[in-house]
T-cell receptor
């Protein structure tokens, strides 16, 4: 069982829709991440929150908007996406600040943009 | 040069075989190292952290060579269930700087 929970598991949305992906962890981790993964490629970092503050934004288009309401929750708001944004979106968490702390991934949301 | 490189694969091996994967990293300041496995259409799952002295977990052995900047993963007595993509992940320092290798696909054949 994963300790990082993502909802929904699957999402189909049109290019004019607004939707949100949600992620929750209760491991007391202080860093939370959004990754995007295309088929046969490794995960690609999008955003990192550390202690509820955005610490890394990997030049992600503004149609993706992250939000960290508290230390356990991470959202990704989606608006006006393109078909090429279809991918597996992975949330992860880590203890942060300590060398040797691995990433823990959620099950992911498989997004299809039509 | 890519920051983290892995054997291109795919590796197709019979059940019971021993298989080894290599991973090289470019940043000599890298602090911590991990192997993840990822099944098709699933999330990556931590297989093992890699420690300086090397470490073993059942059929899996990980080694780190800081001088040559590579890590390895050895799988003994391969099972069908070991079929997956193996991702090498390097952390460049404290906190958030995780860099992924491209992954190596393993297929264990009956």
């Amino acid at each position: 069982d994963t300790e990082v929970t993502q909802t929904p598991k699957h999402l189909v949305m049109g290019m004019t829709n607004k939707k949100s992906l949600k992620c929750e962890q209760h491991m007391g981790h202080r860093a939370m991440y959004w990754y995007k993964q295309k088929a046969k490629k490794p995960p690609e970092l999008m955003f990192v929150y550390s202690y509820e503050k955005l610490s890394i934004n990997e030049s992600v288009p503004s149609r993706f908007s992250p939000e960290c309401p508290n230390s356990s929750l991470l959202n990704l708001h989606l608006h006006a996406l393109q078909p090429e944004d279809s991918a597996l979106y992975l949330c992860a968490s880590s203890q942060d600040g300590g060398a040797g702390s691995p990433l823990h991934f959620g099950n992911g949301t498989r997004l299809t943009v039509t | 040069r890519k920051e983290v490189e892995q054997d291109p694969g795919p590796f197709n091996v019979p059940e019971g075989a021993t298989v080894a994967f290599n991973c090289t990293y470019s940043n000599s300041a890298s602090q911590s190292f991990f192997w993840y496995r990822q099944d098709c259409r699933k999330e990556p799952k931590l297989l093992m952290s890699v420690y300086s002295s090397g470490n073993e977990d059942g059929r899996f052995t990980a080694q780190l060579n800081r001088a040559s900047q590579y890590i390895s993963l050895l799988i003994r007595d391969s099972k069908l269930s070991d079929s997956a993509t193996y991702l090498c992940v390097v952390n460049w320092g404290y906190g958030q700087n995780f860099v992924f290798g491209p992954g190596t696909r393993l297929s264990v054949l009956p």
